[in-house]
């Protein structure tokens, strides 16, 4: 299940089973999202993107999700393996030049 | 190259001394971003670069941090008279686009400790 931690959000889950991990994000005008997932002593690792003009996109067992309305992403990964192990970021752009803003983070650990 | 190389991997610093942090962007890519973590947390965007220019600052603190991107040089970071609250791991990214339609990609970050 998901739990809120000290300092992060964590989702364990069973090895072999699918993880969702979501995210709100906060400006309504941001038209360009990505997933990042980012192992220990690492920096983040693009994982998949979507623009605002999609609500679904699927990439290697992996699925991202937009829901506009609600201001709402989510990441599905499909038979989750142990090297799925990480923090995964949410970010949020504007077109026009605007850094990256990252949501705060979910850890996902995998059981055996 | 084929990464965004960042260097070095690990600063240790004294209080009130001088840090400076390299990062070599992808080849092609002629956006440049830095940005802070800490506790493995959030994300602070710093500052980014369009080729040697600044392209947004708006999160840099304004003093004691600086930045450049030189042509034929790595870009770096250098955090002045480093207090305490400077230890984080400061990652760079960079990208073929301001940030609205590419990603970015990051480099592994340089851990900087004050003590």
């Known amino acids: 299940g998901e739990s809120v931690g000290l300092h992060l959000p964590t989702l364990s889950v069973q090895e072999g089973d699918n993880s969702i991990i979501n995210c709100a994000y906060s400006?309504?005008?941001?038209?360009?999202f990505i997933w990042y997932k980012q192992e220990s002593g690492k920096g983040p690792q693009f994982i998949i993107d979507?623009?605002?003009?999609?609500d679904k996109r699927q990439g290697q067992r992996v699925t991202v999700l937009l829901n506009k309305t609600v201001k709402h992403l989510s990441l599905q990964i499909a038979a989750t393996q142990p090297g799925d192990s990480a923090v995964y970021f949410c970010a949020e752009n504007m077109s026009h030049g605007q850094n990256f803003v990252f949501g705060p983070g979910t850890r996902l650990s995998v059981l055996p | 190259g084929e990464e965004v190389a960042q260097t070095p991997k690990h600063l240790v610093r004294g209080e009130g001394q001088k840090a400076k942090l390299y990062c070599a962007p992808i080849?092609?890519?002629?956006?440049v971003f830095w940005y802070q973590q800490v506790l493995k947390n959030e994300f602070k965007f710093l500052i980014s670069f369009q080729n040697e220019n600044v392209f947004d600052e708006t999160g840099m603190p304004k003093e004691r941090f600086s930045a450049k991107c030189l042509p034929n040089s790595p870009c770096s970071l250098e955090i002045q008279a480093t207090k305490l609250e400077d230890s984080a791991v400061y990652f760079c990214?960079?990208?073929?686009?301001?940030?609205?339609?590419?990603?970015?990609?990051f480099g592994d970050g340089t851990r900087l400790s004050i003590l």
């Open positions: 080849k092609g890519h002629s956006y």
């Open positions: 400006n309504s005008a941001s038209d360009y």
């Open positions: 990214a960079s990208s073929q686009d301001a940030g609205g339609n590419q990603p970015q990609h």
């Open positions: 979507i623009r605002s003009n999609m």
